[in-house]
């Protein structure tokens, strides 16, 4: 079945799991390497674990512009197959990669001038802003495998090829882990490497991915016509890129911002919070992820179908994926409250960490249910060009509420309240998402 029978005529249940199952393997795949690699460098030396957490925020920044672009380019590729028009599909494809390398430029040159005044600023002790310097300047310099292979990602998704996505990811992934330890411990007569090591793994990784990518679309998707030779650069198409991925950009880069906010927040308390919220952050990616990876492919079956015009499979995919995201985020949510402790002792939590994680992780997982409904509905906004009212939302879900509440419930109740400050404003943003799509259901699909 091609690309255009199979956006049309296979059953949405059956068409959102084919398209769903290998994007969130690899996403679930990508979260174990982020735990992995983590434990490879703090096994190294705290310096270097140091040196990599400073890093992290120039690592989000580049993946939230390659996220970003890469959905505004997943959504018109799909509505332009959806519309039949095979050169404007091709033309997207192109862009993307196009508009994939300038970004990598940004990325080196801001890298290769600017890391080590970034590293300065945010510690005192020379050794580790020297790590992190490095770390960041071999990460931005070869950063085009990122760029490119997430674009390569999200074309597939667009063509309803989502399968190819997992084995690139998982492929790059799996490098990166066996390349860790070798770099950064010398292991098998290399060089003993360092944190060095540990940002050669991750963009040989990345690059290796990349390869893999262009070999299968140039096998797979032979009817995109990917010639650089016909790339014909078009404002108008980067244009509408953007209209999407732009505020798919910001919604991207909001995570490390209410990041850095809730440290701030959770400073006055104890330095022991803020691990306690870091170990949330990455217990809870096991969570968020397979309802993120569903997300992925209903942008592109949404986008399809509306450039189609078919709007009762519209309907159908918001439905199913909506049942879908409760009963994973639901799952989510029951195993935090009955296992809190079970999880934090996965990093060796001490006494005092697990008196304090145990009510966080259950206060906060509260919140689980009302997130996945927003996280759906964002998709479908962002797939029918209602780019801002999805940035809209994801602001108040993890900045415009959640900080100044969590302040408010910290000052007020202390440790215990401030947690419900996900809660609440996860609630809150889940209304004004519903009302959103009640909004576009009754205009923009009706009208198909």
Same mark, same amino acid.
């Given at each position: 079945?091609?690309?255009?029978?199979?956006?049309?005529?296979?059953?949405?249940?059956?068409?959102? $799991?084919?398209?769903?199952?290998?994007?969130?393997?690899?996403?679930?795949?990508?979260?174990?390497?982020?735990?992995?690699?983590?434990?490879?460098?703090?096994?190294?030396?705290?310096?270097?674990?140091?040196?990599?957490?400073?890093?992290?925020?120039?690592?989000?920044?580049?993946?939230?512009?390659?996220?970003?672009?890469?959905?505004?380019?997943?959504?018109?590729?799909?509505?332009?197959?959806?519309?039949?028009?095979?050169?404007?599909?091709?033309?997207?494809?192109?862009?993307?990669?196009?508009?994939?390398?300038?970004?990598?430029?940004?990325?080196?040159?801001?890298?290769?001038?600017?890391?080590?005044?970034?590293?300065?600023?945010?510690?005192?002790?020379?050794?580790?802003?020297?790590?992190?310097? $490095?770390?960041?300047?071999?990460?931005?310099?070869?950063?085009?495998?990122?760029?490119?292979?997430?674009?390569?990602?999200?074309?597939?998704?667009?063509?309803?090829?989502?399968?190819?996505?997992?084995?690139?990811?998982?492929?790059?992934?799996? *490098?990166?882990?066996?390349?860790?330890?070798?770099?950064?411990?010398?292991?098998?007569?290399?060089?003993?490497?360092?944190?060095?090591?540990?940002?050669?793994?991750?963009?040989?990784?990345?690059?290796?991915?990349?390869?893999?990518?262009?070999?299968?679309?140039?096998?797979?998707?032979?009817?995109?016509?990917?010639?650089?030779?016909?790339?014909?650069?078009?404002?108008?198409?980067?244009?509408?890129?953007?209209?999407?991925?732009?505020?798919?950009?910001?919604?991207?880069?909001?995570?490390?911002?209410?990041?850095?906010?809730?440290?701030?927040?959770?400073?006055?308390?104890?330095?022991?919070?803020?691990?306690?919220?870091?170990?949330?952050?990455?217990?809870?990616?096991?969570?968020?992820?397979? $309802?993120?990876?569903?997300?992925?492919?209903? *942008?592109?079956?949404?986008?399809?179908?509306?450039?189609?015009?078919?709007?009762?499979?519209?309907?159908?995919?918001?439905?199913?994926?909506?049942?879908?995201?409760?009963?994973?985020?639901?799952?989510?949510?029951?195993?935090?409250? $009955?296992?809190?402790?079970?999880?934090?002792?996965?990093?060796?939590?001490?006494?005092?960490?697990?008196?304090?994680?145990?009510?966080?992780?259950?206060?906060?997982?509260?919140?689980?249910?009302?997130?996945?409904?927003?996280?759906?509905?964002?998709?479908?906004?962002?797939?029918?060009?209602?780019?801002?009212?999805?940035?809209?939302?994801?602001?108040?879900?993890?900045?415009?509420?959640?900080?100044?509440?969590?302040?408010?419930?910290?000052?007020?109740?202390?440790?215990?309240?401030?947690?419900?400050?996900?809660?609440?404003?996860?609630?809150?943003?889940?209304?004004?998402?519903?009302?959103?799509?009640?909004?576009?259901?009754?205009?923009?699909?009706?009208?198909?």
């Amino acid at each position: 079945m091609n690309v255009n029978d199979k956006m049309r005529e296979m059953p949405m249940k059956r068409l959102l $799991v084919s398209m769903s199952l290998p994007i969130m393997l690899s996403m679930l795949i990508q979260a174990c390497y982020n735990i992995v690699d983590s434990m490879f460098v703090a096994r190294y030396s705290e310096a270097a674990l140091a040196a990599v957490s400073l890093s992290f925020p120039v690592q989000t920044l580049m993946i939230a512009v390659s996220v970003g672009t890469a959905a505004g380019v997943n959504a018109l590729l799909s509505r332009r197959l959806g519309e039949k028009k095979a050169e404007q599909a091709s033309q997207t494809a192109l862009h993307g990669l196009f508009l994939a390398l300038c970004s990598w430029i940004v990325f080196a040159a801001g890298g290769l001038f600017l890391a080590d005044i970034f590293a300065r600023a945010f510690t005192s002790s020379p050794d580790i802003a020297g790590q992190a310097a $490095v770390y960041i300047r071999i990460c931005t310099i070869f950063s085009f495998g990122v760029f490119v292979q997430i674009v390569m990602e999200r074309i597939m998704q667009a063509t309803g090829q989502a399968v190819y996505n997992m084995i690139m990811q998982g492929t790059g992934a799996l *490098i990166n882990i066996v390349l860790d330890p070798i770099l950064i411990f010398g292991w098998f007569g290399c060089p003993q490497l360092g944190i060095a090591g540990a940002a050669i793994a991750t963009v040989t990784g990345q690059i290796l991915a990349m390869v893999l990518g262009w070999v299968l679309i140039q096998r797979r998707l032979s009817f995109l016509q990917l010639d650089v030779r016909r790339f014909r650069f078009s404002s108008v198409i980067c244009r509408d890129i953007y209209a999407v991925g732009f505020p798919a950009i910001i919604m991207s880069s909001i995570s490390s911002i209410m990041t850095l906010g809730m440290n701030w927040i959770l400073m006055p308390f104890s330095e022991l919070t803020i691990s306690v919220f870091s170990i949330y952050s990455k217990l809870q990616q096991f969570v968020f992820m397979p $309802v993120m990876g569903m997300n992925s492919a209903l *942008i592109a079956i949404i986008g399809y179908n509306y450039g189609a015009a078919l709007k009762e499979r519209i309907v159908q995919a918001v439905r199913y994926s909506l049942i879908a995201a409760i009963g994973l985020m639901g799952l989510g949510m029951a195993v935090f409250l $009955v296992f809190p402790q079970a999880l934090l002792q996965l990093f060796s939590a001490s006494e005092q960490m697990l008196q304090l994680g145990i009510p966080a992780l259950r206060t906060i997982s509260l919140s689980f249910v009302f997130a996945g409904i927003s996280i759906v509905l964002c998709s479908v906004f962002q797939a029918m060009n209602e780019g801002m009212l999805s940035l809209w939302v994801s602001l108040g879900r993890q900045l415009v509420l959640v900080l100044p509440l969590a302040v408010l419930l910290g000052r007020t109740g202390g440790l215990d309240s401030l947690w419900w400050a996900f809660v609440i404003a996860e609630g809150l943003c889940m209304i004004l998402a519903i009302r959103g799509y009640h909004r576009l259901k009754t205009t923009k699909i009706a009208a198909l």
